[in-house]
């Protein structure tokens, strides 16, 4: 396994994950309150967009195949969309688990890049 990633994939996931975990956080609210409601077009479109930057630098990591978009023609249930942020939610904490760590050269906890 590599221990290794690159800078650039660190900085996606540095740029990428506050917003996720906002995201998430009131998704999951929401969806305490209505679970079987269905999202709007305009929320999925927004859910995809924060989706699809994770999914750029995920696609080669071993999570990466078990992260898909909502669908935005059979528009899901607040319940679907929680069960699919859960699958970031655990990739994006496997990335951070993986690559990111004491550097004894640096002295510090960081991310470890090539």
Not at 38 to 59: C, G, H, P, W, Y
Not at 77 to 101: C, K, P, T, V
């Amino acid at each position: 396994m590599k221990d290794h990633t690159t800078r650039a994939k660190a900085d996606a996931y540095e740029g990428v994950v506050e917003a996720f975990r906002h995201l998430n956080k009131e998704l999951k609210a929401l969806g305490m309150k209505k679970p079987a409601e269905t999202l709007s077009e305009s929320k999925v479109k927004f859910i995809n967009r924060i989706l699809n930057d994770i999914q750029a630098f995920m696609k080669d990591e071993p999570e990466g195949r078990y992260l898909d978009l909502l669908d935005d023609e059979v528009l899901p249930q607040y319940s679907d969309a929680i069960l699919i942020l859960s699958q970031y939610e655990g990739a994006l904490a496997g990335f951070h688990n993986r690559y990111h760590g004491w550097v004894p050269s640096e002295s510090t906890h960081t991310w470890r890049v090539k």
